[in-house]
């Protein structure tokens, strides 16, 4: 089993930065792919970004290319969000994932993930 608890949520000014984490424990963190969900008030949730295993391989949603980055830290168990330029349509409420394999053929899919955290909100205000 793992478990995964995010963190840094909250409100800022559209245009301002934000970082999430999203700490692992419960297995070898280090082996499987992880990634971030969110969702917005009334939409479905939605794919943000993905990670593969080793930390090299990254894949993002048109929606923030050139504004998030992710990144693992597989010492200390970790994966981070940093989000720049925020906008007011990326408040929503955002969802760490984990996935058993190292590489995934979906990474935009839920399927492909077998463990979820309980989210942290991001409120982004004009």
């Known amino acids: 089993q793992v478990q995964l608890v995010e963190s840094g949520g909250g409100l800022v000014q559209a245009g301002g930065s934000l970082r999430l984490s999203c700490a692992a424990s419960?297995?070898?963190?280090?082996?499987?792919?992880m990634g971030w969900f969110r969702q917005a008030p009334g939409k479905e949730r939605e794919f943000v970004v993905s990670?593969?295993?080793?930390?090299?391989?990254?894949y993002y949603a048109d929606s923030v290319k050139g504004r998030f980055t992710i990144y693992r830290d597989n010492a200390k168990n970790t994966v981070n969000l940093q989000m720049n330029s925020l906008k007011l349509e990326d408040t929503a409420v955002y969802y760490c994932?984990?996935?058993?394999?190292?590489?995934?053929?979906?990474?935009?899919?839920?399927?492909?993930?077998?463990?979820w955290g309980q989210g942290t909100q991001v409120t982004v205000s004009s």
């Open positions: 990670i593969r295993g080793s930390g090299v391989g990254t």
């Open positions: 994932a984990a996935a058993r394999a190292r590489a995934l053929e979906q990474p935009a899919a839920e399927y492909e993930y077998d463990y």
């Open positions: 419960g297995r070898t963190f280090s082996s499987g792919a």
